[in-house]
């Protein structure tokens, strides 16, 4: 009863949606693999455990010592389903900042200024997503920035604590595109093709007994990656202070060809 109870926790999920004229993806200039990604058309969903924070997507320390009453084998399956639905959703992060990214996001992700941010906003994020969202297979939302010891989330919808991070990660003001193969969600979203072949593939676990679970169709199921039209994406491109001038012309350049803005940070 609680195993099923629990698999139908993904359906009815829904969050607000931003509405961000601005939103920021930053980056160095030594991943600037990701700008030939994001300039050949494609939106790359990474898996959320392998994100920096091993918290993400788990249960915050109340919710978990609640389940002390449950009896164990419960308590223990629904630990493990929150640990599964992490392994089965990607997602891309967006910094949501008017007129630039902030200067916390130059420098932490952006490696001091010698970096590069990519501008979107939140209609050009649905657009990329229109198929799976009407699926429910994705979601598109702001984080929720929480004191993971002392906080209690919402638990009607295992996907919620896929859309709440730690405190320290505060400056970040994420809103993110989710995208995920829990529950009935794989077995469809395994009939769609990306950029990069398959969106998603089929995968027998090593358990006991095995079982069928869906993983992303890129970088052996760490990523999804979804197509998107590059010129309406991409607002415009932003270069930090510290790249050197080769680096910026070349940006700009190849921006030029697409008919996309390049300018350096103000």
Not at 38 to 67: H, I, M, Q, V, W
Not at 147 to 160: G, P, Q, S, V
Not at 162 to 183: M, N, P, S, W
Request: aromatic share 10%; charged share 30%.
């Amino acid at each position: 009863m609680v195993k099923a109870k629990i698999k139908l926790k993904t359906k009815q999920f829904s969050i607000p949606r931003p509405r961000d004229k601005f939103l920021w993806h930053v980056f160095s200039t030594k991943k600037i693999f990701k700008l030939d990604s994001f300039l050949s058309g494609e939106l790359y969903l990474a898996r959320l455990d392998t994100f920096k924070d091993p918290l993400e997507g788990s249960l915050p320390r109340r919710n978990r010592s609640l389940l002390d009453k449950a009896p164990e084998y419960a308590k223990k399956y629904i630990i493990d389903a929150y640990a599964q639905a992490v392994r089965q959703s990607f997602a891309t992060c967006w910094h949501r900042n008017p007129n630039e990214p902030s200067n916390y996001m130059w420098e932490q992700f952006g490696d001091r200024h010698d970096g590069i941010a990519i501008r979107t906003d939140a209609k050009q994020m649905l657009s990329a997503a229109v198929p799976f969202l009407k699926l429910g297979a994705a979601h598109f939302g702001g984080i929720k920035y929480i004191d993971h010891r002392r906080a209690l989330i919402r638990t009607k919808n295992i996907l919620r604590a896929q859309f709440v991070v730690r405190l320290k990660y505060k400056e970040e003001k994420e809103a993110r595109l989710l995208l995920h193969t829990y529950g009935p969600f794989g077995s469809t979203l395994v009939a769609y093709q990306g950029p990069r072949g398959l969106l998603v593939r089929a995968r027998r676990t090593k358990t006991t007994p095995p079982r069928r679970e869906f993983v992303g169709g890129y970088k052996r199921g760490k990523a999804v990656v979804v197509g998107i039209e590059p010129k309406a994406f991409i607002k415009e491109i932003v270069v930090g202070k510290r790249v050197v001038d080769s680096i910026f012309q070349t940006v700009s350049q190849r921006a030029a060809a697409l008919g996309i803005s390049c300018r350096r940070v103000r």
